[in-house]
């Protein structure tokens, strides 16, 4: 497939990307030799072939969840450097 340089440009405006002539004329190429590539792609046959989602074989391992003793509030609110009644007191982040 053939790239011209109106394509480039109007790719190039909706990108937000600026280059002169001579950067033009490179990513035309460059655009052309990729495109030619997944046309390249488009005849192989793939015909049977699960897509591939993970390059990674392994398996994740859960466990089942189990109800567990909890931090009692009391006991959460000890170990705060600060603290206002029933709360944590931290720094103000927003103005």
């Known amino acids: 497939m053939k790239v011209d340089l109106n394509t480039v440009k109007k790719i190039a405006h909706l990108a937000r990307l600026e280059f002169d002539e001579a950067?033009?004329?490179?990513?035309k190429n460059d655009?052309?030799?990729?495109?030619?590539?997944?046309e390249q792609?488009?005849?192989?046959?793939t015909e049977g072939i699960e897509p591939?989602?993970?390059?990674?074989?392994e398996v994740n391992v859960l466990r089942e969840d189990e109800e567990g003793e909890h931090l009692s509030h009391d006991r959460a609110?000890?170990?705060?450097?600060q603290?206002?009644?029933?709360?944590?007191?931290?720094?103000?982040?927003?103005?």
Do not use: C
């Open 23 to 27: 950067g033009a004329e490179k990513i």
């Open 31 to 38: 655009m052309t030799q990729i495109l030619d590539w997944v």
């Open 41 to 45: 792609l488009n005849e192989v046959d």
């Open 52 to 57: 591939l989602t993970t390059m990674s074989s």
């Open 77 to 81: 609110l000890s170990n705060a450097p």
């Open 83 to 95: 603290k206002d009644s029933d709360y944590f007191r931290v720094p103000k982040v927003l103005e």
